[in-house]
């Protein structure tokens, strides 16, 4: 039995210009939002990864037709005749779950397998089954599967999320789109993806305003109204945020392409808080380091707050800097995973609930690693590069559902690092 792993060299080199790919956090949903729209939609900038193929997979299995040209989905869902998600497909990926605002948006009704929790937390969906129960859904569960129905119709409503969550809000905006009536999200999620898949439902004929805020109001269209569109989705945040922070830790300069640095505000305030020069163009985000690695303090917060999915990432900054860091993660309750392997490398991070106190040491080495989850993967490679001596980073197939490429990308800003087969 063989595993493939990757191998990186501490050169300490990453300098360079990188392009991101489209968001994987965006790409996942516009393609559920495809199933409103009975047609062929095309959406480009898609990135390559493994979680864009499984969700290729669950809308064929719903009946759709999907084609890839490079980065360009053409999905066409006018043959969807089925509103049924199984649960091998959602258990490979959890956020398929995204199919269930656009299927009982579509049908009025959807039957999806319940998501399993994750490394990072038991990831529940309460906030999503409430806030379409308020939109006249019925939800019954029979051995796993979530059985939704709409006997009275689907209406618009005044919803209040108890936390801003993504994956609620994009549900709750997929289905209420062809409700009758206006709803309001309130205490809505505000991430740049939200304003992604807003902007795509409206090219198919919905009425959204004010997604990208914390009040979201959506007019409600016949369902029969909505129709395919042509939309590119925004770049991708977090992986800009990685390679940023491996330009910052190496020293640079490393400039990330195709991104929005408006998407990044607080990652750049930490990244010059923690002694980096960052320059911002319209597309692109230049970072580079002359002086030592200064500690920080971070929170992780729904957007505009410190995103949760940089915080492995900053936690190898910190490692790495003069002084003592406080990283609190407020958004997921097990997500410091990646402090063990690091402590593996020689860093000294103790976690005290919530927080982990990271003390900046010197030098780290390079051992055998494990990925917990895909941006952690994503921080291990990165120490590997500023580690004296060899890392092999075990489990890269989290690495792989959310990073196109990432070895050849790393390669190609100076890193002594590739991809190999090891027998298990
Ligand atoms: C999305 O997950 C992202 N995934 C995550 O990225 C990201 O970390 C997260 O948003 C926060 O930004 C995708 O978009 C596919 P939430 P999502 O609903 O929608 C709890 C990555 O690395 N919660 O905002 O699941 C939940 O358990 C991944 O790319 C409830 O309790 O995030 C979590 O603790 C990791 N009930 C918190 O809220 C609910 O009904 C935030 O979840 C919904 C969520």
Redesign the pocket.
């Known amino acids: 039995m063989s595993e493939e792993i990757i191998v990186v060299r501490g050169n300490g080199t990453l300098k360079g210009e990188v392009s991101v790919a489209g968001a994987?956090?965006s790409a996942?949903k516009l393609m559920a939002a495809a199933l409103l729209g009975r047609g062929q939609s095309v959406i480009h900038n898609v990135p390559l990864i493994s979680d864009i193929a499984i969700m290729g997979e669950v809308l064929e299995r719903l009946g759709a037709q999907v084609e890839r040209e490079g980065h360009t989905l053409r999905i066409d869902t006018a043959p969807v005749d089925s509103f049924k998600t199984p649960y091998e497909l959602v258990s490979k990926m959890r956020?398929s779950i995204s199919v269930l605002g656009p299927l009982i948006g579509r049908f009025g009704q959807a039957h999806v397998a319940m998501p399993g929790g994750c490394q990072?937390?038991?990831?529940?969906?309460?906030?999503?089954l409430v806030g379409l129960e308020a939109l006249g859904v019925k939800f019954d569960v029979a051995h796993g599967d979530l059985i939704a129905t709409t006997p009275d119709g689907l209406h618009g409503a005044h919803v209040m999320l108890n936390?801003p969550?993504?994956?609620?809000t994009e549900n709750l905006l997929m289905a209420a789109v062809a409700a009758e009536g206006v709803t309001v999200i309130e205490n809505a999620?505000r991430?740049p993806e939200i304003e992604d898949l807003a902007n795509m439902l409206v090219s198919m004929g919905a009425r959204v305003s004010g997604a990208g805020t914390s009040i979201i109001e959506v007019e409600g269209v016949p369902s029969e109204s909505l129709h395919p569109c042509e939309h590119t989705t925004v770049g991708d945040r977090?992986e800009a945020g990685t390679f940023l922070v491996g330009g910052a830790l190496m020293g640079g300069p490393v400039t990330v392409r195709g991104i929005d640095p408006s998407f990044l505000r607080m990652a750049i305030f930490k990244l010059r808080a923690m002694g980096c020069e960052v320059e911002t163009g319209q597309d692109w985000v230049r970072v580079e380091r002359t002086k030592p690695l200064v500690a920080t303090e971070i929170q992780t917060l729904p957007h505009p707050g410190f995103?949760?999915?940089l915080q492995a990432q900053f936690m190898l900054l910190a490692a790495r800097a003069e002084g003592v860091s406080v990283i609190t993660e407020n958004?997921?309750?097990n997500r410091f995973m990646f402090a063990a392997e690091l402590s593996r490398m020689g860093a000294d991070i103790s976690i005290e609930d919530h927080h982990a106190i990271v003390r900046g040491v010197s030098r780290l080495q390079g051992a055998p690693v494990s990925s917990t989850?895909?941006?952690a993967g994503a921080a291990l490679v990165l120490a590997g590069i500023d580690a004296e001596g060899e890392t092999r980073v075990h489990e890269i197939r989290h690495i792989d559902r959310?990073y196109e490429d990432y070895v050849g990308k790393l390669a190609s800003l100076g890193a002594d690092v590739s991809r190999t087969s090891v027998s298990a």
Do not use: C, Q, Y
């Open positions: 994987k956090n996942l956020a990072i937390g038991a990831r529940k969906i309460d906030m999503h936390f969550s993504v994956g609620a999620a991430e977090i995103p949760t999915d958004v997921f309750e989850d895909l941006r959310g």
